[in-house]
């Protein structure tokens, strides 16, 4: 079990900014890939940004240069950046974490960002 604990999420106006924080009580050097995803009300559950052990990044094309994820290795933290929010940025933001040793796929309970405009 990888518990993953979110924290940052709240209400923002639209061209602020948040910091959304995922703590993973296993070491991330473990972990293959952490990330962040989104559920907007009636949408499925789309991807926003991942990280790998190796440090390499994704991102969704709707965040590109705008969002950036990052990791703290001893904290065992990954944080993702959110700048020029925007309305359509509103929805329940999940923490994931995957593993290839022992494979598993593991999620956050997820944190509320809303953007007004």
């Known amino acids: 079990q990888v518990p993953l604990v979110e924290s940052g999420g709240g209400l923002v106006q639209a061209g602020g900014s948040l910091r959304l924080s995922c703590a993973a009580s296993e070491s991330i050097f473990r972990l293959n890939t952490m990330g962040w995803y989104r559920q907007a009300p009636g949408k499925q559950r789309e991807l926003v940004a991942t990280i790998t052990n190796g440090g390499s990044t994704n991102y969704a094309d709707a965040v590109k240069g705008r969002f950036t994820i990052s990791r703290d290795t001893v904290k065992n933290t990954v944080y993702l950046q959110m700048n020029s929010l925007k309305p359509e940025d509103t929805a329940v933001y999940y923490c994931?974490?995957?593993?290839?040793?022992?494979?598993?796929?593991?999620w956050g309970k997820g944190t509320l960002v809303t953007v007004s405009s």
């Open positions: 994931n974490a995957r593993r290839v040793v022992l494979p598993g796929n593991y």
